[in-house]
Protein backbone atom coordinates (compact mmCIF):
# COMPACT_ATOMS: atom_id res chain seq x y z
CA UNK A 1 0.00 0.00 0.00
CA UNK A 2 1.87 3.07 -1.22
CA UNK A 3 -0.53 5.51 -1.88
CA UNK A 4 -1.43 7.90 0.53
CA UNK A 5 -5.65 7.49 -0.08
CA UNK A 6 -5.06 3.89 0.53
CA UNK A 7 -3.63 4.65 3.62
CA UNK A 8 -6.38 7.11 4.71
CA UNK A 9 -9.08 4.68 3.74
CA UNK A 10 -7.09 1.74 5.70
CA UNK A 11 -6.84 3.84 8.79
CA UNK A 12 -10.69 5.07 8.21
CA UNK A 13 -11.74 1.19 7.83
CA UNK A 14 -9.78 0.20 11.04
CA UNK A 15 -12.00 2.63 13.17
CA UNK A 16 -15.20 1.67 11.36
CA UNK A 17 -14.53 -1.55 12.28
CA UNK A 18 -14.50 -0.99 15.90
CA UNK A 19 -17.45 0.92 15.60
CA UNK A 20 -20.37 -1.45 13.71
CA UNK A 21 -20.83 -5.46 13.55
CA UNK A 22 -18.81 -7.49 11.50
CA UNK A 23 -22.06 -8.12 9.24
CA UNK A 24 -22.35 -4.51 8.55
CA UNK A 25 -18.23 -4.20 8.22
CA UNK A 26 -18.67 -6.61 5.50
CA UNK A 27 -21.44 -5.95 3.87
CA UNK A 28 -21.23 -2.22 3.40
CA UNK A 29 -17.34 -1.29 4.07
CA UNK A 30 -15.25 -4.07 2.60
CA UNK A 31 -16.79 -3.42 -0.92
CA UNK A 32 -15.78 0.52 -1.18
CA UNK A 33 -12.92 1.08 -2.90
CA UNK A 34 -10.56 4.27 -2.12
CA UNK A 35 -10.17 6.09 -5.40
CA UNK A 36 -7.70 9.00 -4.55
CA UNK A 37 -7.00 11.68 -2.15
CA UNK A 38 -6.70 15.51 -3.40
CA UNK A 39 -6.46 18.60 -0.92
CA UNK A 40 -9.10 16.79 1.68
CA UNK A 41 -11.20 15.47 -0.17
CA UNK A 42 -10.99 11.51 -0.41
CA UNK A 43 -12.78 9.92 -3.29
CA UNK A 44 -14.11 6.15 -2.50
CA UNK A 45 -16.05 4.21 -5.36
CA UNK A 46 -19.46 2.02 -4.17
CA UNK A 47 -20.76 -0.49 -6.69
CA UNK A 48 -24.11 1.01 -7.10
CA UNK A 49 -26.57 3.78 -6.15
CA UNK A 50 -28.34 2.00 -3.81
CA UNK A 51 -25.04 1.65 -2.38
CA UNK A 52 -23.99 5.42 -1.71
CA UNK A 53 -28.10 5.67 -0.63
CA UNK A 54 -27.52 3.67 2.07
CA UNK A 55 -24.62 4.33 3.12
CA UNK A 56 -25.64 8.05 3.69
CA UNK A 57 -29.18 7.06 5.42
CA UNK A 58 -27.29 4.84 7.86
CA UNK A 59 -23.52 5.77 8.37
CA UNK A 60 -23.45 9.32 7.21
CA UNK A 61 -22.38 9.90 11.12
CA UNK A 62 -19.71 7.80 11.44
CA UNK A 63 -18.03 8.43 7.69
CA UNK A 64 -18.22 12.01 8.78
CA UNK A 65 -16.57 11.92 12.15
CA UNK A 66 -13.87 9.14 10.77
CA UNK A 67 -13.20 11.56 8.01
CA UNK A 68 -13.02 14.57 10.22
CA UNK A 69 -10.37 12.33 12.74
CA UNK A 70 -8.41 11.46 9.70
CA UNK A 71 -8.41 14.75 7.82
CA UNK A 72 -8.66 17.38 10.42
CA UNK A 73 -11.58 19.12 10.22
CA UNK A 74 -11.69 20.39 6.77
CA UNK A 75 -11.89 16.41 5.30
CA UNK A 76 -14.42 15.98 2.86
CA UNK A 77 -15.74 12.51 1.32
CA UNK A 78 -16.83 12.32 -2.69
CA UNK A 79 -18.56 9.18 -3.65
CA UNK A 80 -17.66 7.66 -6.93
CA UNK A 81 -20.96 5.95 -7.93
CA UNK A 82 -19.94 2.98 -10.49
CA UNK A 83 -22.83 2.33 -12.60
CA UNK A 84 -24.17 -0.97 -12.06
CA UNK A 85 -24.56 -2.32 -15.56
CA UNK A 86 -20.78 -3.95 -16.43
CA UNK A 87 -20.97 -1.90 -19.54
CA UNK A 88 -20.65 1.17 -17.97
CA UNK A 89 -18.53 0.18 -15.05
CA UNK A 90 -15.76 3.07 -16.40
CA UNK A 91 -18.02 5.68 -16.36
CA UNK A 92 -18.54 6.47 -12.55
CA UNK A 93 -20.35 9.97 -11.37
CA UNK A 94 -19.33 11.58 -8.51
CA UNK A 95 -21.23 12.91 -5.61
CA UNK A 96 -19.85 15.55 -3.38
CA UNK A 97 -20.25 14.57 0.55
CA UNK A 98 -22.17 15.80 2.91
CA UNK A 99 -24.74 15.19 0.16
CA UNK A 100 -27.57 16.30 2.17
CA UNK A 101 -30.52 16.02 -0.24
CA UNK A 102 -30.33 12.45 -1.32
CA UNK A 103 -29.98 13.52 -4.75
CA UNK A 104 -27.06 12.70 -7.06
CA UNK A 105 -24.91 15.07 -8.55
CA UNK A 106 -23.50 14.42 -11.46
CA UNK A 107 -19.98 15.97 -12.05
CA UNK A 108 -19.00 14.34 -15.06
CA UNK A 109 -20.23 15.29 -18.25
CA UNK A 110 -22.15 11.87 -18.84
CA UNK A 111 -25.38 12.41 -20.30
CA UNK A 112 -26.69 8.90 -19.76
CA UNK A 113 -30.31 8.28 -17.41
CA UNK A 114 -29.45 6.81 -13.95
CA UNK A 115 -31.37 3.70 -14.61
CA UNK A 116 -30.26 1.70 -17.61
CA UNK A 117 -32.49 -0.64 -18.61
CA UNK A 118 -32.91 -2.48 -21.66
CA UNK A 119 -33.70 0.94 -24.07
CA UNK A 120 -30.20 2.09 -23.90
CA UNK A 121 -29.66 -0.25 -26.42
CA UNK A 122 -27.73 -2.85 -24.48
CA UNK A 123 -29.53 -6.01 -25.11
CA UNK A 124 -27.66 -9.58 -25.42
CA UNK A 125 -28.99 -12.28 -27.74
CA UNK A 126 -29.46 -15.30 -26.11
CA UNK A 127 -28.68 -18.21 -28.23
CA UNK A 128 -30.17 -20.65 -25.93
CA UNK A 129 -34.01 -19.37 -26.36
CA UNK A 130 -36.07 -21.29 -28.81
CA UNK A 131 -37.52 -18.99 -31.05
CA UNK A 132 -41.08 -20.30 -30.44
CA UNK A 133 -40.70 -20.44 -26.75
CA UNK A 134 -40.33 -16.94 -26.48
CA UNK A 135 -44.81 -16.29 -26.73
CA UNK A 136 -45.12 -18.50 -24.17
CA UNK A 137 -46.73 -16.84 -20.74
CA UNK A 138 -45.04 -18.35 -17.58
CA UNK A 139 -47.64 -17.95 -15.07
CA UNK A 140 -45.48 -16.38 -12.43
CA UNK A 141 -47.27 -17.93 -9.75
CA UNK A 142 -47.21 -14.87 -6.95
CA UNK A 143 -48.94 -14.72 -4.35
CA UNK A 144 -51.09 -11.59 -4.57
CA UNK A 145 -51.68 -10.63 -0.25
CA UNK A 146 -47.90 -10.70 0.28
CA UNK A 147 -46.99 -7.30 -1.67
CA UNK A 148 -44.78 -4.34 -0.34
CA UNK A 149 -47.75 -2.70 0.78
CA UNK A 150 -48.69 -5.40 3.08
CA UNK A 151 -44.91 -5.67 4.31
CA UNK A 152 -44.14 -3.98 7.49
CA UNK A 153 -40.83 -1.85 7.88
CA UNK A 154 -38.71 -2.45 11.03
CA UNK A 155 -35.19 -3.13 12.13
CA UNK A 156 -35.49 -6.30 11.62
CA UNK A 157 -36.10 -6.06 7.67
CA UNK A 158 -35.02 -2.95 7.07
CA UNK A 159 -31.90 -4.09 4.70
CA UNK A 160 -33.60 -7.03 3.38
CA UNK A 161 -36.68 -5.00 2.75
CA UNK A 162 -34.68 -1.70 0.90
CA UNK A 163 -32.85 -4.46 -0.94
CA UNK A 164 -35.55 -5.70 -2.16
CA UNK A 165 -37.23 -2.92 -3.23
CA UNK A 166 -33.80 -1.85 -5.15
CA UNK A 167 -33.80 -4.93 -7.04
CA UNK A 168 -37.89 -4.59 -7.92
CA UNK A 169 -37.08 -0.83 -8.99
CA UNK A 170 -33.80 -2.28 -11.05
CA UNK A 171 -34.02 -6.04 -11.99
CA UNK A 172 -30.84 -7.35 -12.49
CA UNK A 173 -28.58 -4.13 -12.74
CA UNK A 174 -28.38 -3.38 -9.33
CA UNK A 175 -24.84 -5.47 -7.35
CA UNK A 176 -27.47 -7.36 -5.53
CA UNK A 177 -28.17 -10.13 -7.70
CA UNK A 178 -28.48 -13.03 -6.93
CA UNK A 179 -30.36 -11.20 -3.58
CA UNK A 180 -30.15 -13.81 -1.05
CA UNK A 181 -32.73 -13.51 2.24
CA UNK A 182 -32.18 -15.51 4.92
CA UNK A 183 -34.55 -16.00 7.86
CA UNK A 184 -36.06 -18.32 10.44
CA UNK A 185 -39.61 -19.61 9.55
CA UNK A 186 -41.97 -16.98 9.69
CA UNK A 187 -40.46 -14.24 9.51
CA UNK A 188 -41.17 -13.35 6.03
CA UNK A 189 -39.02 -14.55 3.27
CA UNK A 190 -41.65 -15.72 1.52
CA UNK A 191 -43.58 -12.88 1.84
CA UNK A 192 -40.89 -10.48 0.83
CA UNK A 193 -39.88 -12.54 -2.04
CA UNK A 194 -43.20 -12.18 -3.43
CA UNK A 195 -43.07 -8.83 -2.61
CA UNK A 196 -40.10 -8.08 -5.16
CA UNK A 197 -41.64 -10.35 -8.02
CA UNK A 198 -44.97 -8.28 -7.49
CA UNK A 199 -43.37 -5.23 -7.98
CA UNK A 200 -41.10 -6.39 -10.86
CA UNK A 201 -44.21 -7.09 -12.62
CA UNK A 202 -46.14 -3.90 -11.81
CA UNK A 203 -42.87 -1.98 -13.02
CA UNK A 204 -41.91 -3.97 -15.85
CA UNK A 205 -45.35 -5.31 -17.35
CA UNK A 206 -43.02 -6.94 -20.34
CA UNK A 207 -40.99 -8.70 -18.29
CA UNK A 208 -41.54 -12.61 -17.70
CA UNK A 209 -41.25 -13.46 -13.60
CA UNK A 210 -41.28 -16.49 -11.72
CA UNK A 211 -41.85 -17.47 -8.69
CA UNK A 212 -41.26 -21.33 -7.77
CA UNK A 213 -40.32 -23.37 -4.38
CA UNK A 214 -37.49 -25.40 -3.94
CA UNK A 215 -39.53 -28.30 -3.96
CA UNK A 216 -41.18 -27.84 -7.02
CA UNK A 217 -38.23 -26.93 -9.05
CA UNK A 218 -36.99 -30.23 -7.89
CA UNK A 219 -39.89 -32.12 -9.05
CA UNK A 220 -40.10 -30.18 -12.49
CA UNK A 221 -36.80 -31.67 -12.55
CA UNK A 222 -37.28 -35.10 -11.85
CA UNK A 223 -40.07 -35.12 -14.35
CA UNK A 224 -38.51 -33.46 -16.82
CA UNK A 225 -35.52 -36.48 -16.40
CA UNK A 226 -38.40 -38.99 -16.24
CA UNK A 227 -40.04 -37.65 -19.85
CA UNK A 228 -36.42 -37.23 -21.51
CA UNK A 229 -37.07 -33.23 -21.73
CA UNK A 230 -34.08 -31.82 -19.85
CA UNK A 231 -34.04 -29.69 -22.19
CA UNK A 232 -36.97 -28.21 -22.65
CA UNK A 233 -36.71 -27.70 -18.37
CA UNK A 234 -33.23 -25.66 -19.10
CA UNK A 235 -34.49 -23.28 -21.62
CA UNK A 236 -37.82 -22.80 -19.99
CA UNK A 237 -36.03 -21.46 -16.47
CA UNK A 238 -33.83 -19.47 -18.85
CA UNK A 239 -35.89 -17.33 -20.38
CA UNK A 240 -37.17 -16.03 -17.18
CA UNK A 241 -36.28 -12.11 -16.64
CA UNK A 242 -36.39 -12.77 -12.92
CA UNK A 243 -36.39 -15.76 -11.21
CA UNK A 244 -37.43 -16.24 -7.45
CA UNK A 245 -36.59 -19.50 -5.80
CA UNK A 246 -37.81 -20.44 -2.16
CA UNK A 247 -36.25 -22.19 0.69
CA UNK A 248 -33.43 -23.07 -1.01
CA UNK A 249 -32.61 -25.12 1.48
CA UNK A 250 -34.18 -27.85 0.20
CA UNK A 251 -31.74 -28.06 -2.60
CA UNK A 252 -29.25 -29.71 0.32
CA UNK A 253 -27.37 -33.02 -0.98
CA UNK A 254 -29.20 -33.01 -3.74
CA UNK A 255 -26.39 -32.41 -6.02
CA UNK A 256 -27.98 -32.97 -9.64
CA UNK A 257 -30.19 -30.55 -9.15
CA UNK A 258 -27.44 -28.08 -7.61
CA UNK A 259 -25.57 -28.64 -11.02
CA UNK A 260 -29.13 -27.69 -13.37
CA UNK A 261 -29.39 -24.99 -11.38
CA UNK A 262 -25.82 -23.76 -11.33
CA UNK A 263 -26.26 -23.82 -15.05
CA UNK A 264 -29.65 -22.11 -15.06
CA UNK A 265 -27.90 -19.52 -12.72
CA UNK A 266 -25.36 -18.86 -14.62
CA UNK A 267 -26.93 -17.96 -18.04
CA UNK A 268 -29.82 -15.96 -16.39
CA UNK A 269 -26.68 -14.04 -14.11
CA UNK A 270 -24.57 -13.71 -17.55
CA UNK A 271 -27.56 -12.23 -19.28
CA UNK A 272 -28.30 -9.19 -16.57
CA UNK A 273 -31.46 -11.56 -15.55
CA UNK A 274 -32.43 -10.74 -11.34
CA UNK A 275 -32.01 -13.92 -8.97
CA UNK A 276 -33.61 -13.77 -5.62
CA UNK A 277 -33.44 -16.52 -3.54
CA UNK A 278 -34.45 -17.35 -0.01
CA UNK A 279 -33.04 -19.71 2.40
CA UNK A 280 -33.13 -20.89 6.40
CA UNK A 281 -29.40 -19.97 6.66
CA UNK A 282 -26.60 -17.97 5.72
CA UNK A 283 -24.19 -18.68 3.12
CA UNK A 284 -21.60 -19.42 5.11
CA UNK A 285 -23.94 -21.68 7.38
CA UNK A 286 -25.10 -23.99 4.66
CA UNK A 287 -24.53 -27.15 4.30
CA UNK A 288 -24.95 -29.95 1.17
CA UNK A 289 -24.77 -27.21 -1.12
CA UNK A 290 -22.05 -27.25 -3.97
CA UNK A 291 -19.23 -25.06 -3.61
CA UNK A 292 -19.47 -23.51 -6.82
CA UNK A 293 -23.21 -22.80 -6.52
CA UNK A 294 -22.19 -21.22 -2.65
CA UNK A 295 -19.65 -19.05 -3.97
CA UNK A 296 -21.95 -17.69 -6.74
CA UNK A 297 -24.78 -17.04 -3.67
CA UNK A 298 -22.12 -14.31 -2.13
CA UNK A 299 -21.64 -12.92 -5.49
CA UNK A 300 -24.52 -10.82 -4.26
CA UNK A 301 -26.55 -9.39 -1.43
CA UNK A 302 -27.05 -11.48 1.66
CA UNK A 303 -29.71 -9.98 3.83
CA UNK A 304 -31.34 -11.15 6.92
CA UNK A 305 -34.60 -10.96 8.56
CA UNK A 306 -34.24 -10.70 12.13
CA UNK A 307 -37.33 -11.29 15.06
CA UNK A 308 -39.59 -8.09 14.80
CA UNK A 309 -39.32 -6.42 18.06
CA UNK A 310 -42.97 -4.95 20.03
CA UNK A 311 -43.80 -1.66 17.57
CA UNK A 312 -43.22 -3.90 14.61
CA UNK A 313 -45.13 -7.04 15.58
CA UNK A 314 -48.13 -4.30 17.14
CA UNK A 315 -47.86 -2.76 13.68
CA UNK A 316 -48.36 -6.19 11.57
CA UNK A 317 -51.19 -7.05 13.81
CA UNK A 318 -53.01 -3.71 13.45
CA UNK A 319 -52.13 -4.32 9.75
CA UNK A 320 -54.07 -7.31 9.34
CA UNK A 321 -56.94 -6.19 11.58
CA UNK A 322 -57.14 -2.97 9.10
CA UNK A 323 -56.80 -5.21 6.05
CA UNK A 324 -59.77 -7.65 7.28
CA UNK A 325 -61.87 -4.41 8.74
CA UNK A 326 -62.02 -5.73 12.25
CA UNK A 327 -61.42 -3.57 15.65
CA UNK A 328 -60.12 -5.11 18.32
CA UNK A 329 -59.07 -3.19 21.73
CA UNK A 330 -55.44 -1.56 21.95
CA UNK A 331 -54.67 -3.78 25.25
CA UNK A 332 -55.82 -6.71 23.31
CA UNK A 333 -53.31 -6.03 20.63
CA UNK A 334 -50.46 -5.48 22.54
CA UNK A 335 -50.73 -8.21 24.69
CA UNK A 336 -50.42 -10.43 21.96
CA UNK A 337 -48.27 -8.98 20.58
CA UNK A 338 -45.78 -9.40 24.20
CA UNK A 339 -47.01 -12.93 23.95
CA UNK A 340 -45.81 -14.25 20.88
CA UNK A 341 -42.45 -12.76 19.46
CA UNK A 342 -40.13 -15.47 17.17
CA UNK A 343 -42.94 -16.50 14.56
CA UNK A 344 -44.69 -13.67 13.07
CA UNK A 345 -46.78 -16.89 11.45
CA UNK A 346 -48.08 -17.74 15.02
CA UNK A 347 -48.55 -13.72 15.63
CA UNK A 348 -51.23 -14.00 13.34
CA UNK A 349 -52.52 -17.24 13.97
CA UNK A 350 -52.77 -16.34 17.41
CA UNK A 351 -55.25 -13.09 15.99
CA UNK A 352 -57.09 -15.90 13.89
CA UNK A 353 -58.03 -17.90 16.79
CA UNK A 354 -58.60 -15.25 19.08
CA UNK A 355 -61.09 -13.62 16.21
CA UNK A 356 -62.58 -16.95 15.45
CA UNK A 357 -63.18 -17.96 19.28
CA UNK A 358 -64.85 -14.28 19.60
CA UNK A 359 -67.26 -14.78 16.96
CA UNK A 360 -67.81 -18.24 17.15
CA UNK A 361 -69.18 -18.11 21.16
CA UNK A 362 -70.34 -14.79 20.76
CA UNK A 363 -67.80 -13.25 22.84
CA UNK A 364 -66.23 -9.80 23.50
CA UNK A 365 -62.89 -9.49 22.84
CA UNK A 366 -61.25 -8.57 25.91
CA UNK A 367 -58.27 -8.92 27.63
CA UNK A 368 -59.40 -11.77 29.64
CA UNK A 369 -60.40 -13.96 26.41
CA UNK A 370 -56.57 -12.39 24.71
CA UNK A 371 -55.19 -14.65 27.89
CA UNK A 372 -56.80 -17.62 27.93
CA UNK A 373 -56.47 -18.05 24.19
CA UNK A 374 -53.34 -16.66 24.07
CA UNK A 375 -51.94 -18.83 27.25
CA UNK A 376 -52.88 -21.94 25.19
CA UNK A 377 -51.24 -20.88 22.32
CA UNK A 378 -47.98 -19.99 23.99
CA UNK A 379 -46.69 -23.27 24.15
CA UNK A 380 -43.44 -23.14 22.54
CA UNK A 381 -42.95 -19.60 22.27
CA UNK A 382 -41.89 -17.89 25.71
CA UNK A 383 -42.22 -14.25 26.59
CA UNK A 384 -40.11 -11.50 25.39
CA UNK A 385 -38.15 -10.01 28.23
CA UNK A 386 -37.03 -6.58 27.44
CA UNK A 387 -34.13 -4.39 29.14
CA UNK A 388 -36.78 -1.57 29.82
CA UNK A 389 -39.12 -4.21 31.36
CA UNK A 390 -36.10 -5.63 33.33
CA UNK A 391 -35.36 -2.13 34.70
CA UNK A 392 -38.65 -1.55 35.22
CA UNK A 393 -39.13 -4.54 37.77
CA UNK A 394 -35.89 -3.52 39.62
CA UNK A 395 -36.70 0.46 39.90
CA UNK A 396 -40.22 -0.95 41.82
CA UNK A 397 -38.73 -3.41 43.84
CA UNK A 398 -35.89 -0.93 45.20
CA UNK A 399 -38.69 1.72 44.81
CA UNK A 400 -35.91 4.36 42.80
CA UNK A 401 -37.63 5.90 39.89
CA UNK A 402 -37.51 4.55 36.27
CA UNK A 403 -35.27 7.27 35.18
CA UNK A 404 -32.56 7.03 37.91
CA UNK A 405 -30.89 3.91 36.20
CA UNK A 406 -30.23 6.06 32.98
CA UNK A 407 -29.11 9.23 35.10
CA UNK A 408 -25.44 9.42 35.88
CA UNK A 409 -26.08 9.25 39.77
CA UNK A 410 -23.71 8.04 41.60
CA UNK A 411 -25.62 6.83 44.86
CA UNK A 412 -24.73 3.57 45.84
CA UNK A 413 -28.60 2.25 45.78
CA UNK A 414 -28.94 3.38 41.95
CA UNK A 415 -25.60 2.02 41.16
CA UNK A 416 -26.55 -1.19 42.01
CA UNK A 417 -29.95 -0.91 40.45
CA UNK A 418 -27.99 -0.07 37.25
CA UNK A 419 -25.50 -3.17 37.77
CA UNK A 420 -28.56 -5.49 38.32
CA UNK A 421 -30.01 -4.19 35.36
CA UNK A 422 -27.12 -4.80 33.63
CA UNK A 423 -26.66 -8.00 34.95
CA UNK A 424 -30.08 -9.42 34.06
CA UNK A 425 -30.41 -7.67 30.33
CA UNK A 426 -27.15 -10.15 30.13
CA UNK A 427 -28.71 -13.21 31.30
CA UNK A 428 -32.06 -13.43 29.98
CA UNK A 429 -31.96 -10.93 26.50
CA UNK A 430 -29.86 -11.43 23.83
CA UNK A 431 -28.81 -8.56 23.49
CA UNK A 432 -25.65 -7.10 23.49
CA UNK A 433 -23.16 -5.69 25.72
CA UNK A 434 -22.63 -2.95 23.83
CA UNK A 435 -26.45 -2.36 23.53
CA UNK A 436 -27.23 -3.12 27.19
CA UNK A 437 -24.29 -0.54 27.94
CA UNK A 438 -26.03 2.02 25.51
CA UNK A 439 -29.55 1.41 27.41
CA UNK A 440 -28.34 1.71 30.88
CA UNK A 441 -26.59 4.92 31.94
CA UNK A 442 -25.07 5.38 28.25
CA UNK A 443 -21.84 3.20 29.63
CA UNK A 444 -19.42 0.64 27.25
CA UNK A 445 -19.19 -2.44 27.13
CA UNK A 446 -16.20 -3.27 29.50
CA UNK A 447 -18.83 -1.73 32.24
CA UNK A 448 -21.56 -3.96 31.79
CA UNK A 449 -18.95 -6.74 31.90
CA UNK A 450 -17.74 -5.23 35.18
CA UNK A 451 -21.20 -5.03 36.24
CA UNK A 452 -22.31 -8.68 35.64
CA UNK A 453 -18.98 -9.69 37.60
CA UNK A 454 -19.75 -7.34 40.78
CA UNK A 455 -23.22 -8.90 40.65
CA UNK A 456 -21.88 -12.63 40.20
CA UNK A 457 -19.37 -11.70 43.38
CA UNK A 458 -22.01 -10.33 45.09
CA UNK A 459 -24.13 -13.52 44.81
CA UNK A 460 -21.55 -15.89 45.83
CA UNK A 461 -20.42 -13.73 49.27
CA UNK A 462 -23.77 -12.49 50.29
CA UNK A 463 -26.55 -14.76 51.00
CA UNK A 464 -28.74 -12.25 51.59
CA UNK A 465 -28.02 -10.13 48.18
CA UNK A 466 -28.66 -13.83 46.67
CA UNK A 467 -31.77 -14.14 48.17
CA UNK A 468 -33.08 -10.57 46.64
CA UNK A 469 -31.15 -12.15 43.50
CA UNK A 470 -33.47 -15.01 43.08
CA UNK A 471 -36.53 -12.83 44.10
CA UNK A 472 -35.81 -10.34 41.11
CA UNK A 473 -34.96 -12.80 38.87
CA UNK A 474 -38.80 -14.63 39.75
CA UNK A 475 -40.33 -11.24 39.21
CA UNK A 476 -38.66 -10.50 35.58
CA UNK A 477 -39.99 -13.70 34.56
CA UNK A 478 -43.14 -14.13 35.83
P1 LIG B 1 -41.05 -17.35 5.95
O1 LIG B 1 -41.09 -17.53 4.46
O2 LIG B 1 -39.83 -16.62 6.42
O3 LIG B 1 -41.25 -18.61 6.72
P2 LIG B 1 -43.51 -15.92 5.50
O4 LIG B 1 -43.08 -14.98 4.43
O5 LIG B 1 -44.32 -17.09 5.08
O6 LIG B 1 -42.24 -16.38 6.36
O7 LIG B 1 -44.28 -15.07 6.62
C1 LIG B 1 -45.16 -15.64 7.55
C2 LIG B 1 -46.39 -14.79 7.70
O8 LIG B 1 -46.03 -13.56 8.31
C3 LIG B 1 -47.02 -14.43 6.37
O9 LIG B 1 -48.43 -14.48 6.50
C4 LIG B 1 -46.58 -13.01 6.11
O10 LIG B 1 -47.54 -12.29 5.38
C5 LIG B 1 -46.42 -12.46 7.50
N1 LIG B 1 -45.35 -11.44 7.55
C6 LIG B 1 -44.04 -11.67 7.66
N2 LIG B 1 -43.34 -10.53 7.70
C7 LIG B 1 -44.24 -9.53 7.63
C8 LIG B 1 -44.15 -8.11 7.65
N3 LIG B 1 -42.97 -7.49 7.74
N4 LIG B 1 -45.30 -7.41 7.56
C9 LIG B 1 -46.48 -8.03 7.48
N5 LIG B 1 -46.64 -9.36 7.47
C10 LIG B 1 -45.54 -10.12 7.55
MG1 LIG C 1 -41.33 -19.30 3.38
Known amino acids: MENKFEIVWANCLNIIKDNISHEKFKTWFEPILPVKLEENMLTIQVPSQFFYEWLEENFVDLLKSTIKKELGNKGRLEYSVVMDNSYYNNMPYTVKFPASNKKLIRNSPISMPLDINKSSGVSIPNPFIIPGLKKVQVPSQLIENYSFENFIEGDCNRLARSAGLAVANNPGKTSFNPLLIYSNVGLGKTHLANAIGIQIKNNFPEKTVLYVSSEQFLSQYISSIRNDSMN ?50 APVDMEGIIPRL ?11 IQTPDLETRIAIL ?20 YSITTNIRELEGALISMLAQASLNRKEINLELAKHIIDKFVTSTSR ?27 KREIVQARQLAMFFSKKLTKTSLATIGLHCGNKDHATVLHSCKTINNLIETDK ?7 ELEKKIKL
Request: with cysteine.
Open 318 to 337: QKKLYKDGVEMPEDVIEYIA
Open 384 to 410: EISIDYIQKVICDYFSVPLNAINSKSR
Open 232 to 281: DFVHFYQMIDALIIDDIQFFAKKEKTQDVFFQIFNQLHQNGKQIVITSDK
Open 294 to 304: LSRFKWGLSAD
Open 464 to 470: QFKVYVE
